[in-house]
T-cell receptor, first 111, second 114 residues
């Protein structure tokens, strides 16, 4: 089993729709969680950190469920510009932190 | 403020040849990462530096890959000899505090081994 797993998609949704991605992680000791966005042939960029209490940034909402070991990303009122690959990132911080990326979920927004 | 700078952007080499990639992290960032990314996959960590010390190189294929970070700033990643399967994008990233703060990525070096 991979340490971080994501549904690869692609998700193809119409503009204005709400779409949600999940990501599961295998190590219960994982401490920090992030969502990164990667456009085609570009480098990954931080979209948002994921906090235990959940957090929202405009149309984006991130949730963490430690008991079930998954994080989620919800995008409301999706825009054409949201088309990208969304990478789930988990950091296991013990004596030496280890940052693990999921394989990414591809999202395509159609007009 | 300048971001993470990598060079070259693209490199095409024949198999069995050596190749080197260079990375200049964001000023003040002590943590530097080298990742490998294959098409359709997420980045995979090759090595992580805290200042000049390689603190996690467990995923680095040491028979052919080597890295250094002299003076805890710039870093180079070398492959010798390159194999066809090494074709990928090599990403460098840096962060203030390892794993707890945002990692900023360079644009990557796209390596093609023919």
């Amino acid at each position: 089993r991979k340490e971080v797993e994501q549904d690869p998609g692609p998700f193809n949704v119409p503009e204005g729709a709400t779409v949600a991605f999940n990501c599961t992680y295998s190590n219960s000791a994982s401490q920090s969680f992030f969502w990164y966005r990667q456009d085609c042939r570009k480098e990954p960029k931080l979209l948002m950190s994921v906090y235990s209490s959940g957090n929202e940034d405009g149309r984006f909402t991130a949730q963490l469920n430690r008991a079930s070991q998954y994080i989620s990303l919800l995008i409301r009122d999706s825009k054409l510009s949201d088309s990208a690959t969304y990478l789930c990132v988990v950091n296991l911080y013990s004596s030496a932190s280890k940052i693990i990326f999921g394989s990414g979920t591809r999202l395509s927004i159609r007009p | 403020e300048a971001g993470v700078v990598q060079s070259p952007r693209y490199k095409i080499i024949e198999k069995k040849q050596p190749v080197a990639f260079w990375c200049n992290p964001i000023s003040g960032h002590n943590t530097l990462y080298w990742y490998l990314q294959n098409l359709g996959q997420g980045p995979e960590l090759l090595i992580r530096y805290e200042n000049e010390e390689a603190v996690d190189d467990s995923q680095l294929p040491k028979d052919r890959f080597s890295a250094e970070r002299l003076k805890g700033v710039d870093s180079t990643l070398k492959i010798q000899p390159a194999e066809l399967g090494d074709s990928a994008v090599y990403l460098c990233a840096s962060s203030l505090v390892s794993g707890l703060t945002e990692a900023f990525f360079g644009q990557g070096t796209r390596l093609t081994v023919v």
